[in-house]
């Protein structure tokens, strides 16, 4: 069964840091573009930053620039998101996307808390 699953999340302070991952099982992520969204409480999912299958490029939003980092485990089948300096506004259930030709998937959601 192909599916994707992140981690990483948690509570952590404002300035402090936390790396999710997103990894994948009965698929390969090379060919896939991979998305980090986010969904704060009361609010829409929003793209937090994406990275290509082509040729690693990045973007990020502009509220995480700077602060996060995305990048690809090619041995681990997964794509983390570095996150630091964290802000309270950074407080969302954060998912994974990987958008392939044919397939799209989603993982379950990971929880982070930037709280004092």
């Known amino acids: 069964q192909s599916q994707l699953v992140e981690s990483g999340g948690g509570l952590v302070q404002p300035g402090g840091s936390l790396r999710l991952s997103c990894a994948a099982s009965?698929?390969?992520?090379?060919?896939?573009?991979i998305g980090w969204f986010r969904q704060g409480p009361g609010k829409v999912r929003d793209a937090v930053s994406c990275?290509?299958?082509?040729?690693?490029?990045?973007y990020y939003v502009d509220s995480v620039k700077g602060r996060f980092t995305i990048s690809r485990d090619y041995a681990k089948n997964s794509v983390d998101l570095q996150m630091n300096s964290l802000k309270f506004e950074d407080t969302a259930v954060y998912y994974c996307n990987a958008r392939g030709v044919v397939y799209d998937y989603w993982g379950q959601g990971t929880q982070v808390t930037v709280s004092s």
């Open positions: 990275i290509s299958s082509s040729d690693g490029s990045t």
């Open positions: 009965g698929f390969t992520l090379d060919n896939y573009a």
